[in-house]
Structure formats: C-alpha cells, structure tokens
C-alpha cells in the first residue's frame, strides 16, 4: 500500500476503497456499493464510480466481489471466564440437564483421586437444584482437595470445606453485599455460595493467576470475535478486578475494541463499589473501562429471577432480589452521581424490573435518566404494560437471543414453560420492544469462550419460543450494530457505515440477509476492520493483512 494516513488512536491504517459489494446502511435504507476509508474513519460511502475516483493508488481499491458489508459486529455481552489451570472433573450431560448428583460427586471423586490441588467442575440444573448437604457430600468425594462446582449459567456454586478454607471463608462469614451463602440449622456453611458472594470468591482464586493467563485467553478472544466480524466486545468483568483486567489487556493488544463493565463487588456499603474507578487506570489502545455493572437477580433456572408470581413449578417461591430497598436506592443514588460510569444492571424477572424502575422514577426524573442510559441486561420479564416506562427512562436492553435455544429441563419439558406455565411466550420479548421505541442492543452472554453471533442472530429470527416477537434480519444486524454502540453510548463514533464513523466493519462469507436460516451460524468474517486497520482477513483478502500491519 502506497497510500498510508495516520489513524487517530492507535498506530497506521491505510486508506482503503471497497468497491463492488452490498453494503448494510441501515435498517430499510438502500444498499451502497462502495465505501472509502481515510484515516481510520468511512470517509464516502456510494456507487463504484465515484469511490474508484477517490483513490489515488489503484492498489488501495479492493472489490469485494459482491459481497455483503456489515458495520462491525457489537458483542453487548460476554464474559471471560476463569483463567485458572485447576483440574476439570468430566461432567456427563451438559449443559442440560447436566450431571446428578451422583454422577457430579463421582466425577469429582475420580479428579481428586489424581492428586492434590484444585479441582474444578461444571453442572446443571439438575445437580444445582439438589437440596441435599453438598459441602458434606464434596468433602466425602475429595476431603484433601479444594473443590468448586459451578452451573454454566454462572448463578450457582457448591464448595467443599477444603475450598472454603483454601478461600478463607469461616463459617462465621457474613453474606457479602449482593450474594449470600447457603447455611445448615447450625449456622454453618452447607457449601452453596451464590450470586456476589460465589463472584467473589472465583475472582480471588483466579487472582494468584499471572496477567499472562487472562491476557492470552482474551487474545484468543478477541482473535475468535473478530474471524466473525465483531469489532466491540462488551466484557462484563465478574473474573478480574478491574486494574488486574486493563494489565492483561496491555499484554494482550487485543485486535478489536473492548469495554469494560466493573463488575460491582462492594465490600461494605454499596458506594464502595464505584472505589474501582477511583484510581486513574492505565490506558490500553483500543480498551476502555465504560462502566459499572450490577447484578439484581438471577435466573429462572435456579428459580431465583424475581418474578411477580410463583413459578410454575416451585409453588409459593417466586425468587428473589439480591439488594435490599434501601440498598437499591443507595445503588441509584451512586449511579447519579457518577455520570461518567454507565450502569449495566443485570435484571431479569418482572418484579424486579418494576422494582428497579418505580425507584428510578422516585430518585430522579425521567429527563436524568435518559442522560445516564441505564443498561438493562436480559430484560427477559419485561412485559407490555411496562415498555413505556422503559422508554421514558432512556433505558437500553441488551438481550440474549442465544438464551431461546430450546433446552428440556430436568424432567425433559423446555425449561421455560416448566418454569413460568403460561408467561413463557411472553418471556424475552424482541419484536415488540422496538416496535415501543426501545432500543435493542444483542450479546451473547458467552460464559467462557465467545459465542457465534450468527447463531444468536438465527434465534433472534426465529424466536422459537414465540415467532411472533422474532426480528426480521436487518432489525437483528442493526441490534448487533448500531445498537450496540448506542448501549455504550458510542452512537456518534461508530456502530453504522456512514460518512464519519469509524471504520468498523466486516466483510461476511455470505449474504445474511438472504441465505437459508440453518445456513446463518456457518457465516465468517472474511475481512475485519477496526478503525480501518484489518482484525482478521481470509482469502480472498488475506494479502491485505500484512500490507496493512506494517508500519
Ligand atoms: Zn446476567
Ligand atoms: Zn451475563
């Protein structure tokens, strides 16, 4: 490349003019054929012609060969997982049901019977939702072994007394903000940990890991999203303090943008939580720590997603909230006051979201709200009559579709009808949302590695739980677009291919708008480009990749 310009930002991004494709301007709006990057940002966007006429280095001009350009890809939602090399106990049946218990306790056996050390493992439902003494029956499996076991949803622990003491946890431990532990008649620990406090304590097992660990497994994070055409990643950071995450991300150099939600962990009161913002972080190119988040409730799975009735298969239980009412309002209260920190908040049953926003609207107007643009994550309970609200207060949902994949719970019905009977259709709705005017951002809500943002899309248009809040394929791209650089609040720099963006985009393998929906998941980036500087690049475009990285 003969022609290069200086990218603001980070480093050399040649001009580049793409011409003879399909390029995605927007949801109903005309194909373009061609666009032009100068300086990192999309610079034209029209017909063949007048692109061509732009560059001045006919090497610069790259056809496209009628392919389909889609504004880089937005993971609104993922998390890392562990980084720590324990051993893994081989678990049958997963993700549903999942082991029994028996199956659970005999796995962990035979790990521990390899040796000392941690032992990990991986269950389901059916293993979580067993009532029996499981800090007991971990010690008997492997009394010399620390041993975690975690649901793959990421809402439900059981640990052993090896592990509680290796975590330095008594049992005169009080529950920490936000989570607590499960306990015997005696008061003491039963080896159930849940919600802030299981957090807590994988974040301080991981913590003895190097930064190298976390920075190859975001690496190969970021390599795997941008072979897919993703350019943001939304991290919700559960697995690593904040400081400890932008030092591995130094090391790492990831190829695409991140963002940095801090997982909220306060140890005294809750205002303590936005401490992990108090020091200046270091700055890591392309990396941004953007906001706070916090995790309401959990999840229908294990029946605790606060909803309005009972579920339908747990007679008088109906979940619960993790913060008290006064912890709520000192919650909101510390949103306000840090304008700067976006609060992503984890909420998913419909009593918790009119209980999050009947506070909302009691701790300040509307009009303030809509400055903050509180994130809602999941929303899955949010119902008709409470959409209005939702708009009125500025709020973004990032939804899941990936959440839809019909999967039979412990007595083999799908897991959603099991749960809430007759709300399920009306469970996570998509369609209807938009229609009232809120804006949908799409993550995937990957526990560990990243999740195919073209299977997310495919369930997002099929809706299989109810078809008739499916999205049609272009409302899905603009989620997994613009609508996730608007849940960042990143709507003016990039999200959309349009004069002054960024030039964050992807050339896919195939025509998503048009191909069979089976065929969408096998979809591939074959050219990724953040900030005009190529992410990912397969054939036919793979000679621009070390065209483009040299300085
Ligand atoms: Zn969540
Ligand atoms: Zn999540």
Redesign the pocket.
Known sequence: MALLALSPGCGWAADLYLVNGKIFTGVGEPAAQALAIQGGKIAAVGENGAIRAMARDKAAVIDLGGRLVTPGLIEA???AGSAAPTRQAAMPNLPWPGPTPEEAIAAITAAARQGPGWVSGEIGPLAINDQRDWRAALDAAAPANPVMLQVWW?HGTLLNSAALKALGVEDTASDPLGGWFGRRADGSLDGRVRENAEWRLMRARDAAQPPQAFAARYSATAALYAGWGVTTYHQ?LNNQALPDALAALKISRPTIKWRLYGWAMPDRQIADAWDQFAAPLAPVDRVRAAGIKWVLDATPIERDAHMSAPYADRPGWSGRSNYTDDQLHALLAGILAHPGQQAAL?VVGDAELARLMDAMEAAAPPATWVQRRVRV??GDGLTAGRFEQVRRLGMVVVQ?PLHLNPMPDERGVPMMSARLGSRAPAFLPLKSLLAAGVPLALGS?A?GPPANPFLNIMLAVIHPTAPGEALDREQALAAYTSGGAFAERAELEKGRIAVGMAADLAVLSQDILVVPLDALPATRSLLTLVDGEVAHADAPFTILKPALSAP
Do not use: I, P, T
């Open positions: 939602h993922g998390h990421g919700m984890h994550e999941h899941n809500d526990g």
